[in-house]
């Protein structure tokens, strides 16, 4: 039976199939039915409002506890706050720590606390005790010195981690420079402010921000109206009522001219380019819907304008956004972002700043304002699916001030935007001519292009900060040549350095002794020259040697791991340069040795010296010692820089030799420090035999 | 006040009733070898088109790694009856959203409409299958897309690159041994001919399996499927095979060096069975009972009390060849990466030869329960279960017998597998280091 029915289906299928037009989109069907059901509510004495969406299709529950305060400023305490948040849930004044991550663990089920939040989700079979447990851990809280002083130390660890994230630096010095670091939107974290925080500030942090007069409660799941709300007056009614908290705070200002605020982050790959201007928007506004479906079309997803331009056109990012946040506490912010590749981090500054003024100087298209639309009721419709939905909306109405019928007249609202309305509120809120660019990224590579950018004909000014948003000087990566330097100069320098001509003329030989270590394994390490192009350098680990390198007038031999090779004439002809004791002292006159420019060597100014294509010497300004060498190989594709660093000169005979040294190739580091150098003894021909 | 504590969580304990809601689909094939499951639930006017095929960062040859994330960008690029450039815009403009993602193991495209829009999402993913336009344009395009993807998740990101650490070691054969994401210089030596016979290899009907989940009308959606699909012809068959590893019988250690951190980390890896099996359920025990949650072993001691550890994890990262156990530590202050590895290993050593206690044993159960019952809780994650199901462990109704398995490891199951697979010797180490500037 069930085979005939297979084949009558197919019979069927096939003859549909000259039915079906894929070359035209499919047309949507008439619209679904949306049903908006109300959660129900009950406020306590102590000002706790409690929203409850009944759901049993699945067997758990969830509590939100929010706290609608306006911002808190933490002024010279930066980080209390953090910290009384994790030090909330590790039990109560009547439950030790352990006892109650124990119970928590034991049902499956989740705690977490914020500063100004707290939740718990489970299965329903075990809701009363969760909420008990919640309630009291946020109510009865278990400040010890002991969990403090952990917290601050993973609080600073963790910003330690961050110290170098590109994403992280970019936002701290946005934010500083928005709002000012003295806004509480502006503060931020640092070790040094985290450290002067004590226990008595977070402790005082807690008592004036978590009270019940704006909280709201939100259950969601497999629960019972009645049931719950006599457990959550048991369980709150002692959760004392504080003093309502001021906004009070120094409004922010928005620029008067656009201005590219520039981070320098030696280690980027990529540059972080947020482009943003201040705000004021509510979402009671008139113009709350316009300014969403306005963002929509800028830069709200992979379909917007910025997406289109800086990634699929582009290709410069991996994603380019926009964002407006709103509040009821003051200025919040639109922003436009991506993280782009370096080479391009002026071009995007261009594209974003055009895509901005873009939307505001022309009307948007009826297509573009169509598909924000039906982005925005799509994205309603699909959030329906979720029970806390509901629990969301209700939350919004009381806390944003919105009419009861706000969720209901949603998608007529929506409807109801006109292009005139994007345009309008593009001008107004977004500001392409009062913008603040924020740009954390690896400044050699991409300041002297970003210095350039010009937006409608004038030039962008760029400013300096650190990470932690204090203004500085501009990043000096190349320092101008001083008239009369040549390459010769910068030998005859060195020379003079290290103990002159002379000096140098009466060392006939070297031995050099030193110890280091790779990975761990220590090394030791032997250097021995002559002035008749012998040289030899022995590299042994516990005793045994792993690599040698020989050099005997016209013969050599280099080996390593066991395996030997005889080098070419090529290769001996360079080894024999290099054996050298001082082989400046021979390439005084050699004319294809160029003096490039001058570059920082750990903050000291160096003259850069192409000794070949391949090999760079860098001699110090100031002192004329020879700090660095570079060797750029090409290996499978690959372009590698060997580094040698040398450091720490000190006289040995006559001359001042580097007795440490640092190799480095790719991620591999060798340090040698050298323990004992002999001039003019300790050397036999046998040595190099 | 602690006693009372106990005694009424043990009796809730015992009680287990509570079960999440079953799962009811449908499953069948279509002529060309299409798997087709289908899933009804009217909570909300909200439906799901998904197609999971199975071909993932491990399908690949040598000097040719990344082919099966790349095309999950390149098949967004349009097909012959959707214009290049307005996969997204088609999405959006009706409503719906849409994403993609690619493990080692197999690919997943899907898009979430409200109810209406079904026909196109169907119609959509069928466009995709049968004709989508590969040319030099958009691979150049989404060349530089995941070059910045890379740049972004893993080489600019701090710990981007743990995983790349760990894989290089665990395997020396298996393709797993690579990024998922691919080597960029792999990408950009790849010629059009090679990106289009993988198409024609990978992506066709017989290699993968199509969900429908949500408010739906199963005979309609029914028809429209086989009047979408059923046109796309099925194609010879596909062979695979991969590398066998040999056993890892000796610890090593590397090092690692990630120019995007501060704190060094310590990683240590064993490898595990794949897909299905059921130790591998049982080492997902292991991973709870060693780093979920506050009171779990490694947390309460590295982290809480001894406060050696900024932050401790065990993770089973299970793949369909072969697993990759993986416990990982960033060190507190001055302590080294040793004294973390020893304090991993004490935990470890107990577990190979004690039986866990009673009560953690239910902690546990409760805790799988739990997960259980939220894998279940969104429509758009029903179908990628149940299309994972299917494909990965040959069972699509495991998405309602799952926790019958977890409910019947015991005690003594979780001391053999620890024995089985977590030996210091089965070991591989990685130091995750910063790297310094001129490195």
Same mark, same amino acid.
């Given at each position: ?20 037009? @894929? %070359? ?67 039990? =109560? ?18 705690? %977490? ?13 075990? =809701? ?91 259950? *969601? ?20 009522? /504080? ?58 997803? /992979? ?84 029970? %806390? ?34 345009? @309008? ?10 913008? @603040?660019?924020?740009?954390? /990224? ?98 042994? *680990? ?65 003259? *850069? ?13 100031? %002192? ?12 499978? /594709? ?5 580094? *040698? ?45 | ?25 449908? $499953? ?69 959203? #849409?994403?993609?993602?690619?493990? +080692? ?67 020396? $054969? ?136 900024? +932050? ?5 990262? $299970? ?64 179908? #990628? ?45 990685? $130091? ?6 001129? +490195?």
């Amino acid at each position: 039976m069930k085979k005939i029915f297979f084949s009558l289906l197919l019979i069927c299928s096939l003859g549909a199939v000259a039915q079906v037009d @894929r %070359s035209t989109q499919p047309k949507a069907g008439p619209a679904p039915e949306i049903n908006l059901s109300k959660p129900q509510t009950f406020t306590l004495k102590n000002g706790l409002k409690v929203i409850v969406v009944e759901n049993h299709k699945l067997p758990r529950v969830s509590y939100t506890l929010t706290l609608d305060n306006p911002p808190i400023a933490e002024n010279d305490k930066v980080g209390a706050a953090s910290i009384s948040g994790a030090l909330l849930g590790k039990g =109560s004044t009547s439950i030790s720590k352990d006892d109650y991550n124990e119970e928590v663990d034991y049902m499956g089920a989740r705690v %977490s606390f914020g500063p100004q939040y707290a939740s718990a989700s489970g299965l329903s079979q075990y =809701s009363d005790r969760i909420l008990e447990l919640l309630a009291d851990a946020a109510i009865n809280p278990n400040f010890t010195q002991e969990e403090f002083e952990k917290e601050q130390t993973i609080l600073i660890e963790g910003l330690k981690t961050n110290e170098k994230s590109v994403e992280a630096a970019a936002g701290t010095v946005s934010r500083a420079l928005l709002y000012g670091k003295n806004h509480p939107k502006g503060e931020f974290e640092t070790p040094e402010a985290v450290k002067k925080v004590t226990l008595a500030d977070a402790k005082a942090f807690y008592n004036k921000a978590f009270i019940p007069n704006n909280a709201y409660l939100v259950v *969601v799941g497999d629960v019972n109206f009645k049931d719950i709300k006599k457990e959550v007056s048991k369980n709150f009614k002692d959760w004392k009522k /504080g003093t309502d908290l001021s906004n009070d705070f120094k409004a922010p200002e928005n620029l008067t001219a656009t201005e590219i605020d520039f981070v320098d982050m030696p280690n980027a790959v990529q540059s972080q380019v947020i482009v943003e201007n201040l705000v004021d928007l509510k979402m009671s506004d008139t113009d709350y819907f316009p300014v969403l479906m306005a963002n929509q079309i800028l830069g709200g997803g /992979g379909e917007g304008r910025l997406f289109l331009n800086l990634r699929e056109d582009k290709g410069y990012t991996y994603g380019a956004y926009s964002n407006i946040s709103d509040s009821k506490y003051g200025k919040t912010s639109f922003s436009a972002s991506a993280s782009v590749r370096n080479m391009v981090t002026d071009s995007s500054v261009v594209a974003f700043l055009e895509e901005i003024d873009n939307i505001r100087q022309e009307p948007v298209s009826q297509k573009d304002l169509k598909n924000a639309k039906a982005k925005y009721i799509g994205s309603f419709v699909r959030s329906l699916e979720q029970p %806390s939905t509901v629990a969301r909306f209700a939350l919004n109405i009381e806390t944003e001030n919105l009419p009861e019928d706000f969720y209901q007249n949603y998608l007529s609202k929506i409807n109801a935007v006109t292009i005139q309305d994007v345009q @309008r509120v593009a001008k107004k809120y977004f500001l392409s001519d009062n913008a @603040r660019i924020i740009i954390a /990224g690896k400044g050699s590579e991409v300041l002297d292009n970003l210095e350039k950018v010009q937006f409608k004909g004038k030039t962008i000014p760029v400013k300096y900060y650190d990470k932690e948003a204090n203004p500085v000087e501009k990043p000096e990566y190349e320092v101008a040549m001083p008239e009369g330097v040549t390459a010769a100069t910068v030998f005859s320098n060195y020379i003079k350095a290290i103990g002159g001509k002379e000096a140098i003329a009466n060392v006939n030989s070297i031995v050099m002794m030193g110890e280091g270590s790779v990975q761990g394994t220590p090394l030791k390490l032997t250097i021995k020259k002559t002035t008749k192009d012998q040289f030899l350098q022995e590299i042994s *680990v516990m005793g045994n040697v792993t690599s040698k390198q020989v050099l005997n007038g016209d013969t050599a031999s280099i080996s390593a791991q066991g395996q030997t090779m005889t080098p070419s004439e090529e290769q001996i002809t360079e080894l024999k340069k290099e054996s050298a004791i001082v082989p400046e002292l021979n390439m005084m006159n050699n004319a294809s040795i160029k003096l490039e420019k001058i570059e920082k060597v750990d903050g000291e100014n160096a003259y *850069v010296i192409a000794l070949t294509d391949t090999k760079k010497a860098f001699y110090a300004t100031e %002192s004329g010692l020879k700090l660095k060498e570079e060797t750029t190989q090409e290996m499978q /594709g690959q372009t590698f820089v060997q580094t *040698v660093i040398y450091d720490d000169y000190k006289p040995a005979g006559a001359i001042l030799v580097p007795y440490k040294l640092s190799q480095s190739m790719g991620p591999q580091n060798i340090e040698f420090t050298f323990t004992e150098i002999k001039v003019n003894e300790g050397v036999s021909d046998a040595d190099f035999q | 006040m602690k006693k009372t504590l106990f005694s009424i969580a043990s009796i809730l304990a015992l009680s287990f009733t509570a079960t999440a809601q079953e799962v009811e689909f449908e $499953e069948y094939d279509l002529d060309n070898g299409l798997h087709v499951i289908l899933h009804q639930d009217n909570t909300a006017p909200v439906v799901t088109t998904a197609v999971m095929y199975h071909v993932g960062g491990k399908d690949r040859e040598d000097g040719r790694t990344g082919f099966a994330h790349f095309f999950e960008h390149l098949l967004f690029e349009g097909t012959e009856n959707i214009e290049k450039g307005k996969w997204f815009e088609i999405v959006s403009s009706n409503g719906g959203t #849409n994403n993609a993602n690619t493990s +080692q193991d197999r690919t997943y495209y899907y898009e979430v409409f409200p109810s209406n829009n079904l026909e196109l999402g169907l119609w959509m993913e069928s466009e995709r299958m049968l004709h989508p336009i590969i040319k030099q344009e958009g691979v150049d395009t989404q060349n530089e897309v995941v070059k910045e993807e890379r740049r972004l998740r893993y080489d600019n990101s701090p710990y981007g690159q743990f995983l790349f650490a760990i894989s290089e070691q665990l395997f020396d $054969e298996h393709p797993y041994k690579d990024p998922n994401v691919g080597y960029m210089e792999d990408l950009d030596a790849a010629s059009l001919e090679e990106f289009q016979s993988y198409f024609d290899k990978y992506y066709k009907p017989s290699n993968a399996a199509l969900v429908v989940a949500g408010a739906i009308d199963v005979a309609e959606t029914k028809k429209m499927i086989q009047d979408y699909f059923g046109p796309i012809p099925s194609g010879p068959a596909l062979e695979r095979s991969y590398p066998k590893e040999a056993p890892i019988t000796e610890s090593k250690r590397s090092q690692f060096y990630d120019s995007n951190i501060q704190v060094p980390a310590i990683l240590t890896a064993y490898r595990t069975p794949g897909y299905g099996s059921r130790d591998a359920y049982v080492l997902n025990m292991i991973s709870s009972y060693l780093s979920d949650g506050k009171s779990s072993k490694l947390y309460k001691k590295m982290v809480d009390e001894e406060k050696k550890a900024l +932050q401790i994890g065990a993770i089973n990262l $299970e793949q369909e060849d072969y697993g990759m156990y993986i416990i990982f530590g960033l060190p507190l202050g001055e302590t080294s990466l040793e004294i973390l590895v020893d304090g991993m290993e004490e935990e470890i050593n107990k577990l190979r030869n004690t039986l866990i206690s009673e009560s953690d044993y239910e902690k546990l159960q409760n805790k799988a329960e739990t997960n259980f019952v939220n894998s279940n809780s969104s429509v758009e994650g029903i179908a #990628n279960t149940l299309a994972r199901d299917y494909m990965l462990y040959d069972d699509t109704n495991l998405i309602n017998t799952e926790i019958d398995i977890y409910r019947s490891i015991t005690r003594e199951e979780i001391k053999e597998v620890a024995n089985k697979y977590l030996k210091p010797n089965q070991r591989v180490e990685v $130091e995750y280091l910063p790297k310094k500037e001129e +490195q």
